[in-house]
């Protein structure tokens, strides 16, 4: 395997569950939540060192800003401006909530023609299992996301 390197943005409303995978990607705890406001650059979340790779994880600025800031140009340009190194975008949801604020980071993502991760998060607290099959069928139809992966970021799998 060649050296590898490059910057994953996590992306997800709150709670869905972004610093509990890192921190299962960590394998220990982490100072990677703030309290600070979001600023305009990339904020880096943690460095993951493998033998023959590297991952910078960020976060999004201007992507969780809500609705209405969502809407302005200008903030929309920063946002954007933030993903230019990003290469690969995860983007997080609770088992099957898909909401007005998933459509609102959906459309944000579709901009940015960077490759986006649909992370199913959270399966283990889902009752029927047998409905995974059918979300996942209807969701890769609103986006051609790179792959869809249903995971449980707390059980580590
Ligand atoms: N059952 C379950 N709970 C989870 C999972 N991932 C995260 N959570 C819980 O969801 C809540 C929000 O998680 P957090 O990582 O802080 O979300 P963030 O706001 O996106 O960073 C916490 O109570 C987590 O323990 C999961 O895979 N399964
Ligand atoms: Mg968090």
Not at 58 to 69: E, I
Not at 94 to 104: G, H, I, L, T
Request: proline share 3%; charged share 30%; glycine share 4%.
């Amino acid at each position: 395997m060649e050296n590898k390197f490059g910057f994953v943005s996590l992306s997800g409303r709150t709670n869905v569950g972004k610093s509990t995978l890192l921190n299962a990607f960590f394998q220990k705890k982490i100072a990677i939540t703030s309290r600070k406001p979001q600023t305009t650059r990339n904020r880096i979340l943690g460095i993951l060192t493998e033998e023959k790779s590297q991952i910078v994880f960020l976060d999004t600025p201007g992507v969780h800003l809500g609705y209405k800031r969502q809407l302005n140009k200008v903030m929309n340009k920063i946002a954007s401006h933030c993903y230019e190194e990003v290469d690969l975008v995860l983007f997080l949801i609770d088992r099957f909530k898909w909401q007005k604020e998933e459509e609102n980071i959906l459309k944000s993502l579709k901009n940015l023609n960077k490759p986006v991760v649909l992370v199913i998060n959270k399966i283990d607290r889902l009752r029927d299992k047998t409905k995974l099959l059918a979300f996942i069928k209807d969701i890769s139809e609103k986006f051609n996301f790179l792959s869809i992966v249903p995971i449980s970021a707390l059980k580590k799998r």
